[in-house]
């Protein structure tokens, strides 16, 4: 793992996890020796942070001076919590875990009235996505790659009657529902957009055709087709 990477993960937990951590949970959590952990440390604080550390109890994040101070109403703090919080439902540690990590660094950034609001927020989410959502296939880190690069995709796709094609799509986004995970795209086989269950693409490659820097405008003219202005 890179240094920078390193002690990116290392700031993160420090930020996310309950205070004091211990030194054993932090490596525990950056896949470090704790040996690496104490240098790791000693690193951080040489750069201006304030991490408080106490034998047997662990470390504390006291000052964060790498991001700049914020403020939000408690309806604001209420929202970002749900929102993050629902994270842990989608069925996908990786998004979680981010939005953990941000909150994390907002929260790092508030007054103390306002961290402790966050801490002991009032809303919090029930629902449940259905179970049975299908197994991908594939590395679904490709398909976000290619959303954000703006470069095409080669897919196999089973359609609902069982039908298998072959195609070549410019990805524009992925939407998590209760039951499957959809992507919208714009195909060019049909030279229109089409909407794909991910859970039934078979096979998908990165296809080496570029559609930059259509991709916004692409979203809009869908948004404007399903949502016609009155005229």
């Given at each position: ?98 939005g953990r ?73 992925v ?33 080496g ?23």
């Amino acid at each position: 793992m890179a240094r920078q990477d390193r002690l990116m993960r290392l700031l993160a937990a420090l930020r996310r996890l309950p205070a004091p951590v211990t030194a054993a949970r932090l490596a525990a959590e950056t896949e470090i020796s704790q040996r690496q952990l104490y240098r790791d440390i000693a690193t951080l604080r040489a750069g201006g942070l304030l991490i408080d550390g106490a034998a047997g109890l662990g470390y504390t994040l006291t000052e964060d001076p790498v991001l700049p101070p914020q403020s939000f109403s408690r309806f604001e703090i209420e929202a970002l919590m749900l929102a993050v919080s629902s994270l842990e439902h989608f069925s996908d540690a990786r998004l979680a875990e981010a939005g953990r990590d941000a909150m994390a660094r907002i929260i790092a950034t508030l007054p103390d009235r306002q961290a402790r609001q966050a801490m002991h927020r009032a809303l919090r989410s029930w629902w449940r996505p259905d179970q049975s959502r299908p197994e991908i296939a594939f590395d679904l880190d490709v398909l976000l790659q290619a959303c954000w690069d703006e470069t095409s995709l080669r897919i196999r796709y089973r359609d609902l009657k069982e039908r298998v094609t072959e195609r070549e799509i410019w990805p524009l986004g992925v939407s998590y529902g209760p039951q499957s995970l959809m992507l919208l795209g714009f195909c060019q086989l049909r030279q229109d957009y089409r909407t794909f269950y991910v859970g039934r693409i078979e096979t998908l490659a990165p296809g080496g055709t570029t559609f930059r820097p259509r991709r916004a405008a692409l979203l809009r003219d869908y948004a404007a087709s399903r949502h016609p202005t009155d005229r």
